[in-house]
């Protein structure tokens, strides 16, 4: 069964959040609360992790998993971010956008889109998840919670327990029922802003 971890959406408890951290470093797979639905999370080198996803969300080597960060200078870290790229990515987070940069040698190669090498980055503006990702350490390997065939993310924890009960190893309940429109998604490898798809994030600066 499916464990759940309650975290306050305001003012996160640390030790709970310390109790996700522990099971995502132990390898776990967690669906979590962000700014644009439920996402699925697990550390950057699980391996394992990344197939389920795979699997859960029937994903293809084209998808772009997402790095979720605590703050500009770690998403730095692990993107190439030209002057240009960085004024208007820093312009835009935190908030409901992912961006697909070329990857830095810090991503595995098994996270990078098969072609292109690159991977996409957020910082959202949601305060379990900015927790999480801030006592893990590092970015958390993420994929919005869209089940095959829908379009919306899954916003309510007792949902995901019905369709993922044994597929998952636990769920970060906030509380209410978060927002289900994904992240506007802008494509900048190639120096140029192509908006990929329109979500929460006005994707008005991008076009």
Known sequence: MVRYIDIHPVDPQQRTVEQAVAL?????????PTDSGYALGAQIGNADALERIRSIRQL??????TLVCRDFSQLGQFVHVDNTVFRAVKAATPGPYTFILPGTPEVPKRLLQAKKKTVGVRIPDH????????????PLLSSTLILPDETEAMTQAWQI????DDRID????????????PTTVVDLSEGYAE???VGAGDPTPFE
């Open 24 to 32: 995502l470093r132990g390898g776990g797979l967690i669906a979590y």
């Open 60 to 65: 293809d080597d084209k998808h772009h998993f």
């Open 127 to 138: 305060k379990v998840a900015l927790a999480i990702v801030q006592e893990l350490g590092e």
């Open 161 to 164: 327990a019905e369709a993922l």
């Open 170 to 181: 636990a769920i970060v309940d906030s509380g209410d029922e978060v927002i289900g429109e």
């Open 195 to 197: 908006v990929r798809r």
